[in-house]
Structure formats: C-alpha cells, structure tokens
C-alpha cells in the first residue's frame, strides 16, 4: 500500500506547476475579456454597431444561428467561470500535502512556502472567475438584447 500511496503523491506533484499555469492563464484571460468588454460598453455607449448586428450584417442567418453564435462567443468565458474555482481548488489541495509533511518535520518555512502557494493559487483563481463571470453575465444581456431587436425589427 506505501507504493500506491507514494506513486498518487508524485501524481498529484506532477500536476502543481501545469495547474498553476492554467490559473495563470484564466488570469491574464480575463483581464483581457475585461479590457473588450470595457471597449465594447464603450462602443454601446456611443451608439456604435454591437457584434452581433456586425455578425449579422456579414453572415446573415436565422434566429437559431445567432443564438448559436452567442453561445460560441461565450463559450470561453463560461468554460472559464466553471474551472477557475476548481483548479484553484486543486491548486490549493497539492501543497497541502508538503505543507503537512513539512509540518511533522518542523520545517517551518517548508510548510510557509507552500501555503504561500495553496492561497495565492485560490486567490488567484476565484479572482479570475469572478471577473470572467461578471463579463459573461452582462454580455450574455446585452447579445440577447441585441438578438432582441433584430427579431422585433424583423430582420430574423
């Protein structure tokens, strides 16, 4: 049993450092959706073409294709607000286990440098998430909206 036991622990580590870059990732991904979706309030604001009415103007389609392109347009940022709280959760979890056998050691500042990393890790990611769901929420309004019109224009 020790060698199982051992074998899922150099498991576990093996996933910290690419976990910790998807984290990474899913930061700097909504920052950037944050920065466009300020952009197009902006557009909005001044009564500029929405992205949708682009999207129609170019491809045309049905009711049914629009909707399906909203979702496409979105996808990322769902898939983003669903996975940033369980890699943080997961980023915490692996140096949890240094950090307790740290612990039994009395190394203080293993079982400190590893926390350091559990939090920042959950921090991080429910940061990410949290904005990644803001932006998903109020953009999935305002395309609705726009999808909306189109059909009350009879354009679809």
């Known amino acids: ?18 976990v910790l870059l998807i984290i990474l990732a899913l930061f700097l ?67 949890m286990g240094p950090a307790l056998m740290s612990l039994t050691e009395g190394n203080a500042a293993g079982v400190s440098e590893n926390l350091v990393i559990a939090f920042a890790a959950v921090i991080v990611a429910l940061i990410a998430a949290s904005i990644s769901f803001w932006v998903l929420t109020v953009r999935r309004r305002w395309l609705l909206g726009d999808l909306r019109a189109l059909e009350e224009q009879g354009h679809v």
């Open 1 to 18: 049993m020790q060698a199982l036991e051992s074998l899922m622990y150099q498991l576990a580590q093996l996933f910290l450092a690419p």
């Open 29 to 95: 991904f909504a920052f950037y959706n944050l920065g466009s979706f300020a952009m197009e309030a902006w557009q909005r604001r001044r009564g500029l073409v929405s992205p949708l009415h682009r999207h129609w103007q170019h491809r045309g389609g049905s009711c049914e294709d629009l909707e399906l392109w909203i979702l496409r347009r979105l996808e990322a940022l769902r898939l983003a607000t669903r996975t940033g709280p369980m890699l943080g959760l997961v980023g915490t979890m692996i140096p």
